[in-house]
């Protein structure tokens, strides 16, 4: 959506989170979308920056955040770095954002380790394992 209706939805409260991103781009979730999915019996994943996962948890009864962490804030550098997919500036804003959110990773449900993506991918499949079961979504077979 452009701009202009963007800006109307957040006025109208039609999200439950959104951001704008340092590269200026908004993103968000509209809350008919989550009302859609679960009505279908499903839960929903998503991937948010820290600021709108609290909006979620606060919003959202039963909502579980999980922080995923790079090894460390060197290693989180030489990735954004590798990828050359943004200018210096936007990876220097990047990173200085990164620091910040790193902070934020006791404030979660549950903190992932990204070092190994084999690894991280597992302890993620596990978590959301045993949060379906244990709200009843996911059977214990």
């Avoid at 979730?29 to 009302?35: G, N, S, V």
């Avoid at 804030?73 to 990173?95: H, K, P, V, W, Y």
């Avoid at 302890?123 to 394992?129: A, G, H, K, S």
């Amino acid at each position: 959506m452009d701009e202009t209706e963007f800006l109307r939805r957040i006025e109208a409260g039609e999200f439950l989170e959104h951001v704008v991103y340092v590269s200026g781009q908004r993103y968000g979730t509209l809350r008919k979308e989550i009302e859609r999915i679960h009505a279908d019996g499903k839960s929903c994943l998503l991937e948010l920056e820290t600021k709108g996962a609290r909006a979620v948890k606060d919003a959202e009864t039963g909502a579980v955040t999980i922080f995923i962490t790079p090894p460390s804030f060197g290693e989180l550098e030489r990735r954004l770095r590798e990828r050359a997919t943004e200018s210096s500036g936007e990876i220097d804003e990047r990173l200085e954002l990164a620091h910040e959110q790193m902070n934020e990773a006791d404030d979660f449900d549950y903190v992932v380790l990204n070092d190994d993506v084999e690894r991280a991918v597992a302890d993620l499949d596990r978590i959301v394992t045993k949060e379906l079961r244990d709200v009843g979504r996911l059977s214990a077979t």
